[in-house]
């Protein structure tokens, strides 16, 4: 049976009767009694105690410990919180040929988000292109190609304007939430390691920063093979880029097997399309449905799974505010292909 921290009135009750039970007291106590004043006291005291174990109760199993005993906790089976990661990438320059770009030259993003050149690149053809390291931690750094940087101190015969190169500035992760660090804890005490198991792969994925989701196909490339699939949900796209991939195959090759043959790559996205109508047609229920299916994918979605109507529609049926809908479509399961998953596609509103 649960135990159930007392009240400061129950504490307070029980506390004067046993006064009154032992004093052989009669009621009522006055309520300038020396009794009715010390039981106060004495409870208020109690009160206290009970609260600390109460808290005390909460550290003890990682479920619902605090962040320092989390920590604590996790440490002790070699889990411990992912630091925040640096985007990275390439920004193109144009400019006079022969004109060099020195390391170390800082890039400023229209936010103040700051990047510096990584190595020396002088202009040739008119262009040159330049590796680029974000100076502060985090997925803020990361940047779309095209993105906009502008020179902090001009370099003759440079354009102040530069741009954030193919692929964009990449690899930002912030740093390990309570959440996140405590499901890695759960499923490290769940599924002990095992010297390379389907597991032990999922596991090593998500140690890398920006990782959130991570599956394992054994003997999916033939007799010897592992092939290891992973997503980073707070990003703008969930499909990791190429960068990304190499980061986490650099990772768990440092700490496979060395019998097995590791391939990591990205999952294919198969955006679905969704058309409905839906009662009342308000900005805040069309927000509401469009939550709750990103949600859904975002639990459900898995590659080479299959997305099943019926959870599509008790997602949407959930959503706060609504009273009626129509699906057009999709209208029946969908199913993907292997490496393929399931991502929210154009939602067209009838």
Do not use: K
Not at 123 to 150: F, K, P, R, Y
């Amino acid at each position: 049976m649960p135990f159930t921290r007392p009240t400061l009135a129950e504490l307070v009750d029980r506390i004067q009767q046993d006064f009154l039970s032992r004093l052989s007291l009669s009621e009522p106590v006055l309520r300038r009694a020396f009794v009715y004043v010390l039981s106060r006291v004495v409870a208020g005291a109690a009160h206290l105690l009970h609260g600390h174990l109460d808290f005390i109760a909460d550290q003890i199993f990682p479920d619902e410990s605090d962040t320092d005993f989390l920590e604590r906790q996790a440490s002790l089976f070699g889990v411990t919180r992912i630091a925040a990661s640096y985007a990275s990438g390439n920004a193109s320059f144009t400019g006079t040929n022969g004109t060099a770009i020195p390391q170390g030259t800082i890039l400023n993003r229209a936010d103040g988000a700051q990047y510096a050149t990584q190595a020396a690149a002088t202009i040739a053809s008119g262009a040159a292109s330049a590796a680029v390291l974000a100076l502060l931690a985090g997925q803020d750094g990361n940047c779309d190609a095209g993105t906009a940087l502008t020179l902090e101190s001009p370099i003759a015969s440079v354009s102040s304007s530069a741009a954030a190169a193919a692929g964009g500035l990449s690899g930002g992760a912030d740093a390990e939430d309570d959440d996140a660090l405590r499901a890695r804890f759960i499923a490290r005490l769940q599924a002990a390691p095992h010297g390379g198991n389907q597991a032990d792969y999922v596991a090593w994925a998500l140690e890398v920063g920006g990782v959130t989701r991570a599956w394992c196909y054994p003997l999916e490339g033939g007799a010897g093979t592992v092939t290891v699939r992973f997503v980073r949900d707070d990003d703008a796209s969930i499909i990791p880029d190429a960068g990304e991939v190499a980061a986490v195959q650099a990772h768990i090759d440092a700490v496979r097997p060395v019998t097995a043959t590791l391939t990591v790559v990205a999952p294919v996205a198969d955006p679905i399309a969704f058309s409905l109508h839906v009662v009342p047609d308000t900005s805040d229920v069309r927000a509401a449905v469009t939550a709750e299916l990103a949600d859904l994918l975002l639990r459900e979605s898995i590659p080479g799974g299959t997305t099943l109507i019926s959870q599509i529609r008790s997602a949407i049926g959930s959503a706060a505010g609504l009273t009626d809908y129509s699906l057009a479509s999709p209208s029946a399961d969908t199913a993907h292909a292997v490496g393929h998953m399931a991502t929210l596609g154009v939602i067209t509103w009838t």
